[in-house]
């Protein structure tokens, strides 16, 4: 098969496309032909090798993928070769730590493009409870874009940051693939949402994923936009996609008592805060990563319901994985873009 493989960690030109053996699907578990792979922010962070440098190489990235089955191991029942699924975006690798919930803290958890090898490829092998059929009657480049940022917008929002009705959220990053999914799942929770952009061409597609206030922080004071927004006491519940410098405005934009869930770090790993902003006021700040297959499953009934659609920017062939994660470390991507393994 062909593979986007990563034998050194770096930028640019890296991966490279490779034949590599088709693995055959051991006992339980299935072989997934890949129709589509999406490109995350954090597949670039691998890449480089900000997130673990002793990940074991040669290595193949990528966490979201649409396909069909393309073979059963022994003892797998319930699916019929050339199905449509949606592997899970993460999960045990032992099958005695299946059920722990949620997820991730299983010691043996790991994400395809982390933890093992990814979705950037033409087939990839899963364990059975961790695929999911595919009904959202969607093409495979639109499917592709939803298990990462639909699965783990649910938690965040659902699960960590407790939204609900009538609630007022802040999503920074409104325009990437997890901001502009977030508030699309923050929309269907009930809450009404304010999203932030760095250039105004983003504003149109912020406002399209369902954003009631677009805040330009390179134009606007976030703090001072939000209480406005807000009329006073900021948000209930901010995402905080960024981390860096922005957490501390993501902290001072939260209401008396409101939660900021740190999601992810695009401005950097290193946060500096007044403590004071969170104990005084006696706000809390939760992390959130990854999903349980129940979020993701919640997530899809939304998208079959057409609560939530898909945010596909581009697709591109396999072979210009390298460039695909360019563009979205870059900020040249308004929502996800999707390699296909199986285009030239």
């Known amino acids: 098969m062909k593979a986007a493989i990563m034998r050194a960690f770096g930028d640019t030109d ?3 496309i490779e034949e590599i053996a088709t693995p055959k699907p051991g006992a339980g578990n299935v072989l997934i032909k890949i129709l589509a792979a999406g490109v995350n922010r954090l597949d670039h962070y691998i890449r480089e090798g900000s997130i673990s440098p002793d990940i074991p190489l040669p290595h193949i990235l990528g966490a979201d993928a649409a396909g069909a089955v393309a073979a059963l191991g022994s003892g797998v029942t319930g699916f019929e070769i050339g199905e449509r699924v949606i592997p899970a975006p993460g999960f045990p690798q032992k099958e005695s730590e299946f059920d ?3 997820v991730v803290t299983a010691p043996s958890f790991a994400l395809p493009g982390l933890g093992r090898w990814g979705t950037y490829a ?5 364990p059975a409870p961790f695929v999911m059929k595919d009904d959202t009657g969607l093409s495979p480049e639109e499917t592709a874009t939803l298990p990462v940022a639909l699965g783990t917008a649910v938690r965040a929002l659902r699960d960590v940051g407790e939204v609900k009705a009538g609630d007022k959220v802040l999503i920074q990053a409104g325009a990437s693939g997890s901001g502009s999914m ?3 799942v923050a929309k269907v929770l009930g809450a009404e949402v304010a999203t932030t952009i760095r250039s105004e061409e ?3 597609f912020a406002e399209s994923a369902g954003a009631d206030q677009v805040i330009n922080t390179r134009e606007q004071d976030l703090v001072a936009a939000v209480h406005d927004w807000t009329g006073g006491p900021g948000a ?3 995402i905080d996609n960024l981390g860096g410098d922005v957490l501390a405005q993501s902290i001072e934009a939260a209401k008396p008592l409101g939660v900021i869930v740190a999601f992810g770090f695009a401005a950097g790993p ?3 805060f007044d403590v004071r902003t969170l104990f005084f006021s006696q706000k809390q700040l939760r992390g959130s990563m990854a999903s349980d297959p129940e979020h993701l499953a919640w997530g899809l009934e939304q998208v079959r319901a057409g609560r939530i659609r898909p945010l596909l920017d581009r697709t591109l062939p396999l072979s210009r994985a390298a460039e695909a994660l360019q563009l979205v470390a870059t900020n040249q ?4 873009v999707v390699l296909l393994p199986w285009q030239d």
């Open 14 to 16: 890296i991966p490279q």
């Open 100 to 102: 722990v919930r949620p």
């Open 122 to 126: 033409q087939y990839m092998e899963v």
């Open 182 to 184: 977030q508030i699309q």
């Open 202 to 204: 983003k504003r149109a």
């Open 236 to 238: 209930d519940v901010v």
């Open 270 to 272: 290193q946060v500096s």
């Open 333 to 336: 991507v308004k929502g996800n």
